[in-house]
């Protein structure tokens, strides 16, 4: 083929011999030759801010080595869950709170995405801090578009780890394409108040919401249970249980999906005990049975 620019100079070369010809053969003055139209400029593409994926198992996100930014890692073996493994809680409190905050925190508004000075008072008032509000985060990916949407609408100016995270939502929804759910799980790195058995015990946790959010079967089952089998004293307990750790315990599904993290994916005592809602060894034993039956259906 002949690029572009040497067909254009080809077919002006063309027309000038005509033209001359003709001048020859009918001496008058002839129109000038029309000169082809420069090309319009290609647009340079345009420069990608996506954030880069790595694809690894939770055990080489587990153990990984501590990193200075935050990284993004999409789940092997399902492609619909994320993780962001932020470098430690500081950097996690200060993308995520805002988010937490919104969507499962009690006492704070679901409508409207809380000011910085308003965030400040509602974690002063738990008696924690901006680096332990939460340890490790899952949210749907449309609950952080939901943040994002109710940001703009309501004025309220993302802090620079937010605008960050938004990046990375953007390149989750290039990478999980479809209307099916997307879960975004996120982990702090190693630090002073972050050991590796820690660190391994939060992952688990959230890896549980990852499997409830995008494993319908599962969550299907899980609700099924939390209805049929668990009796209302072992509801009220989960609910106290999760109540007394700040989470909204007047959001049912989220008590259904806290439940199942805890009692099915979270073995480490320092997190969870059954006692803790309330109920023998026996009986979290026969339960989290009664759960595992459901991993198996999609
Ligand atoms: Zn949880």
Excluded: C
Aim: hydrophobic share 50%; aromatic share 8%; charged share 15%.
């Amino acid at each position: 083929m002949i690029p572009r620019r040497l067909w254009w100079a080809g077919g002006a070369a063309g027309l000038a011999l005509l033209a001359a010809l003709a001048w020859l053969a009918w001496p008058r003055p002839r129109p000038a030759v029309p000169v082809p139209p420069p090309e319009a400029p290609v647009p340079l593409a345009a420069p990608t801010l996506l954030t880069p994926i790595i694809t690894a198992d939770a055990a080489a996100i587990a153990t990984r080595a501590a990193s200075a930014a935050p990284t993004l890692f999409q789940l092997a073996g399902n492609p619909r869950v994320f993780i962001v493994d932020f470098p430690g809680l500081p950097e996690q409190g200060a993308a995520m709170n805002r988010i937490a905050a919104l969507v499962e925190k009690a006492g704070a508004p679901r409508d409207r995405v809380l000011s910085m000075p308003e965030l400040e008072q509602l974690i002063a008032a738990g008696n924690t801090t901006a680096e332990e509000f939460y340890v490790g985060h899952n949210y749907l990916l449309s609950d952080i578009r939901h943040f994002l949407a109710l940001a703009t609408a309501g004025g309220e100016a993302l802090t620079p780890a937010e605008q960050r995270l938004a990046l990375m939502v953007d390149s989750i929804a290039a990478a999980a394409p479809g209307d099916a759910p997307v879960a975004v799980l996120t982990i702090p790195g190693l630090g002073p108040r972050m050991d590796a058995g820690t660190r391994a015990a939060i992952l688990g946790h959230e890896l549980g919401h990852g499997i409830y959010f995008t494993q319908a079967g599962y969550a299907r089952h899980v609700r099924g249970l939390w209805h049929a089998s668990f009796t209302e004293a072992e509801r009220a307990a989960f609910r106290r249980f999760l109540g007394s750790v700040g989470y909204d315990a007047q959001n049912e599904e989220l008590m259904i999906n806290e439940m199942q993290a805890y009692l099915l994916f979270t073995r480490d005592p320092r997190f969870f005990s059954a006692a803790q809602a309330g109920m023998t060894e026996a009986r979290a034993e026969e339960l989290r049975a009664m759960m595992r039956q459901g991993l198996q259906q999609p």
